[in-house]
């Protein structure tokens, strides 16, 4: 009876851990990587910040998502049609969970 005493209460408590170790910490570690880099983009110029952003999100949002910003994704980006560049960079932000930061001063 006394080993039961100490086995249940350690049975309770591992399994929720080895459930969260197992599938949500490699889960959150992937989200910090990719938004550590996409953060790291801040120091290149904002035009070619957009661009990457624009392709990432074109390469991972769904069809729907992103005809939802212009008829034609990827042609837009390639045309460089500013406008449909800057929504694809936001949906990539948005699917992130990242806000848009500010340019950071550049000297000249």
């Known amino acids: 009876m006394a080993q039961l005493a100490v086995t249940l209460p350690l049975l309770v408590a591992v399994i929720p851990l080895y459930l969260i170790a197992t599938t949500w910490l490699p889960l959150r570690a992937r989200w910090i990587r990719r938004a550590t880099g996409t953060r790291r983009l801040d120091r290149m110029a904002p035009e070619a910040r957009t661009r990457i952003l624009a392709l990432r999100a074109l390469t991972s949002v769904s ?46």
């Open 63 to 108: 069809g729907r998502r992103l005809l939802e910003v212009h008829d034609d994704p990827a042609g837009a980006w390639e045309g460089n049609d500013r406008a449909a560049v800057a929504g694809l960079a936001a949906l990539e932000l948005r699917r992130l969970g990242l806000r848009p930061t500010a340019s950071p001063a550049r000297s000249a």
